[in-house]
C-alpha cells in the first residue's frame, strides 16, 4: 500500500525563491468526500490519485500516470471549480526534498511548504523561511482550498 507521510508549513518569506525554479500545476478533484479523487496536469504529463482519510499526518495514497489529453479533459469537465493552479518549487536540503507550491488565482497569496517523511516522529531541520505548522489544519489541504479559497477567507 502506497502512504504518504507528510507535513505542512506556511512560509514566512522569499529567502527559498532562488533554490529551485517553478513548475506550474493545474489540479482539481472530483471527489473530496471520505476518500479523496484527484487529478493534476503538469507540464505534458498527467495523472490521477486517490488519497484515503488522514491519520494524524499519514495517510493512503495512490497515483498513477494517465494520457494527458484524459486528465485536461477531465480537469475541464469532471473537476468542481474552482481548479488549483499552482508553481511547485522542489529544493533538496539535508537529504529531503521541500515542496513550495506558490498559489495562483482564487488562492493567490498563499504559499506552502510541504516535506514527505519517512515516519510520522521523522526529525527534520526546518530552514529559516520555514512559518507556522499547518499540518493539521485541514483548512490548508489542497481539496479544501477549491471549496474555500484562500482569498475568501
Not at 13 to 21: E, F, H, K, S
Not at 39 to 45: H, L, Y
Not at 83 to 92: P, T
Request: hydrophobic letters at 35%.
Amino acid at each position: 500500500m502506497g502512504v504518504e507521510i507528510e507535513r505542512k508549513f506556511l512560509v514566512k518569506d522569499d529567502q527559498w525563491r532562488d533554490l529551485a525554479p517553478g513548475e506550474l500545476y493545474r489540479q482539481g478533484y472530483i471527489s473530496t468526500v471520505g476518500n479523496t479523487v484527484r487529478i493534476r496536469v503538469i507540464n505534458d504529463r498527467g495523472f490521477i490519485t486517490i488519497k484515503g482519510l488522514t491519520q494524524g499526518i499519514s495517510r493512503a495514497e495512490y497515483e498513477y500516470e494517465i494520457p494527458v489529453e484524459d486528465a485536461t479533459q477531465m480537469l475541464d469537465t469532471l473537476c468542481q471549480p474552482p481548479l488549483i493552479e499552482k508553481y511547485r518549487h522542489k529544493i533538496e536540503l539535508n537529504g529531503l526534498v521541500w515542496e513550495v507550491d506558490e498559489f495562483l488565482g482564487e488562492n493567490r497569496g498563499l504559499t506552502i511548504a510541504e516535506i514527505e517523511l519517512k515516519s510520522a516522529d521523522q526529525a527534520i531541520d526546518l530552514p529559516d523561511w520555514i512559518g507556522e505548522d499547518v499540518s493539521h489544519d485541514s483548512r490548508y489541504y489542497n481539496s479544501n482550498l477549491t471549496k474555500h479559497p484562500f482569498t475568501r477567507w
